[in-house]
């Protein structure tokens, strides 16, 4: 996976951490102007979030968990990619120990976003969100 982030963003190191420890081999490329590689990838606008990355055809825009991308590999829908708008606290990167709803949400070009998944899902093992301590 190729992730694009700006070189001074903490958070952003913290997502390649959570995607390493989930199995990713991550190749980071520190770029001081993101705007160019999300217009590059399609990301649309109001999807935007500190970091982008791609990986086997598809873009992964903000913190996504791992286990989403895994899904997303595993499923091969016909998405051009998921994102996390913004930057949820609570989402992989953003452990403050505030912990805020957020959604995952599917994206293609010209479509609207639709919800690939939901945080926090108090059912779930929230231990592929999180880096290991």
């Excluded at 995607?19 to 935007?48: C, T, W, Y």
């Excluded at 992964?60 to 595993?74: F, M, R, Y």
Aim: include cysteine; glycine fraction near 10%; hydrophobic fraction near 35%.
């Amino acid at each position: 996976m190729k992730v694009y982030k700006n070189p001074s963003c903490g958070c952003c190191d913290k997502w390649v951490e959570h995607l390493e420890h989930s199995g990713f081999a991550v190749d980071v490329i520190n770029q001081s102007d993101m705007v160019v590689h999300k217009r590059k990838f399609g990301v649309p606008e109001q999807f935007f979030s500190c970091h982008t990355a791609e990986v086997d055809g598809y873009v992964i825009e903000g913190h996504v968990p791992a286990k989403d991308i895994k899904k997303l590999l595993v499923e091969k829908p016909a998405y051009r990619g998921l994102a996390v708008p913004g930057m949820p606290q609570g989402s992989p990167g953003m452990e403050t120990g505030r912990i805020d709803n957020y959604d995952v949400l599917a994206f293609d070009a010209g479509k609207p976003g639709k919800v690939f998944s939901h945080y926090p899902d108090k059912n779930a093992d929230r231990s592929d969100m999180a880096p290991d301590s």
